[in-house]
């Protein structure tokens, strides 16, 4: 009983400060800006552009890109040709000064076969702190072989074509456990003072005894119908 009240105390105490820190601190939320860099040429990492985050609670966002130079076409041409990763790289700045770096791979003969297009996820904790920054592509009907690349005219590739998403972690509902230990340590004062009554009927009370007898009845009465029969003659 001790055990299971600190457990639901310990709960309690836990949930009630994190909403708290939910309700004061989710409508502080500021902005964020992210430089991303991506790796086209060996352990190099080049700027791709920048996104900027205006309000983190609805996700309204800027984002400028930088048009790709024939050299690091070439770059993205021999990763996808290799089957190797295209390589990004995060440097998030928030409203408080804080800078985090986050990185993200993907294929690079995926980025090529979908024509640069993708999208990145930004996702935030309750207080808008940057879990993460991903990178998805969409997915292609086609065979990931990346040595058949000569359909893609790689010289058109110049700029990327990305959609921007800023995802919020959900806050599950708190269970009532002031309540229900409120009503555990009543029932105990109760019972430690004699004054918890049951005043349930007499079936409510015995039922777990009557039922099993009544069943035993029953079944010794259909497998002896010989002896009823006898003992009415």
């Known amino acids: 009983m001790k055990f299971m009240k600190f457990i639901f105390c310990f ?5 009630s400060k994190f909403i708290g820190n939910v309700k004061a601190e989710f409508s502080d939320l500021g902005w964020l800006n992210i430089q991303l860099f991506h790796a086209l040429q060996g352990d190099e990492f080049t700027l791709r552009g920048n996104i900027t985050v205006t309000n983190l609670n609805t996700g309204a966002l800027n984002i400028n890109q930088q048009t790709l130079s024939d050299s690091e076409k070439q770059g993205l041409k021999s990763l996808a040709e290799n089957n ?10 928030g409203s408080d000064g804080q800078k ?3 990185l993200t791979s993907s294929k690079a ?10 999208t990145i996820w930004i996702s935030l904790d ?15 009907r086609k065979s990931d072989d990346c040595q058949k690349l000569e359909q893609y005219d790689l010289d058109a590739l110049e700029e990327f074509n990305t959609d921007v998403y800023v995802k ?12 229900f230990i409120q009503k555990m340590e009543m029932e105990r004062q109760a019972r430690e003072r004699g004054d918890l009554k049951d005043n349930r009927g007499f079936f409510a009370k015995y039922w777990m005894y009557i039922v099993p007898v009544a069943i035993l009845v029953l079944i010794s ?13």
Do not use: M
């Open 100 to 102: 985090y770096t986050y």
């Open 126 to 140: 309750h207080v808008g702190f940057v879990l993460g920054v991903s990178q998805t592509i969409p997915s292609s």
């Open 168 to 179: 919020h972690i959900e806050v599950a509902p708190v269970p009532d456990t002031a309540t």
């Open 84 to 93: 190797k990763l295209y390589r990004l790289k995060a440097t998030v700045i």
């Open 11 to 15: 709960i309690f105490v836990v949930s």
């Open 221 to 233: 009465g259909v497998t002896n119908p010989e002896n009823q029969n006898g003992g009415g003659r």
């Open 109 to 118: 003969c995926s980025l090529v076969r979908s024509q640069l297009l993708d």
